[in-house]
């Protein structure tokens, strides 16, 4: 079956540097991926999304790369925040979202 | 900005007892959805509804549980007879299109005693 997940569970970076999230999914018919994360106690909230007629997408402080050769797309935020801290999830824009176990980036002030 | 509302924030209810959970989903988006987190665990899909049906749902969305989309604005999830396991974080989300963004709302936090 399909399948997509972070790499790391935790990724603990310094208030001010740069983070690169990484995702990995199996199937190569994917076409559409979503950035998704989860602050301590809300909901998950929409990041940014990239189809795959694209390698690169760009938003406030936020880029996402997709590599479809190796099946891979990396979250990279700039002058990462306290307020970045949160749980990240990609997936692969399905009806029913899967939402597996994320990697919690935490910011070190 | 347009947003996914949720009521109530909490609710206690006694086991046994039915809960309905309400969504307000953003007022274009056809597709709407169902995800509960159970303290300490990843979100799960429950359930989501198109065209008034059920187009897809989880092993977890059994007999129990149901959707309705009772007017033009609300979605909501019964729970008939809850359990103690049912406590959890209960979302609801809307999305535009079948594979688009889905849009969550806060959340209902229940609680069964």
């Known amino acids: 079956g399909e399948s997509v997940g972070l790499h790391l569970p935790t990724l603990s970076v310094q208030e001010g540097d740069n983070s690169i999230i990484n995702c990995a999914y199996s199937?190569?018919?994917?076409?559409?991926f979503i950035w998704y994360k989860q602050e301590s106690g809300k909901g998950p909230q929409f990041i940014i999304d990239i189809r795959s007629n694209m390698d690169k997408r760009q938003g406030q402080r936020v880029t996402v790369l997709l590599n479809k050769t190796v099946k891979h797309l990396s979250l990279q935020i700039a002058a990462t925040q306290p307020g970045d801290s949160a749980v990240y999830f990609c997936d692969t824009g399905r009806r029913a979202l899967t939402f597996g176990s994320g990697t919690r980036l935490q910011v070190q002030p | 900005e347009p947003e996914v509302t949720q009521t109530p924030s909490h609710q206690v209810t006694q086991m046994g007892q039915e809960v309905i959970l309400r969504c307000v989903p953003i007022?274009?988006?056809?597709?709407f959805y169902w995800y509960r987190q159970i303290l300490g665990q990843k979100v799960e899909f429950l359930v989501s509804?198109?065209?008034?049906?059920?187009?897809?749902k989880s092993e977890i969305f059994d007999d129990q549980f149901s959707v309705e989309r009772p007017d033009g604005s609300n979605f909501t999830l019964k729970i008939r007879s809850t359990k103690l396991e049912d406590s959890a974080m209960y979302f609801c989300a809307s999305s535009r299109g079948a594979r688009e963004t889905q849009y969550f709302g806060p959340g209902t936090r229940l609680l069964v005693l």
């Open positions: 199937n190569s018919a994917s076409d559409y």
């Open positions: 509804f198109y065209n008034n049906e059920i187009s897809e």
């Open positions: 007022s274009n988006h056809l597709y």
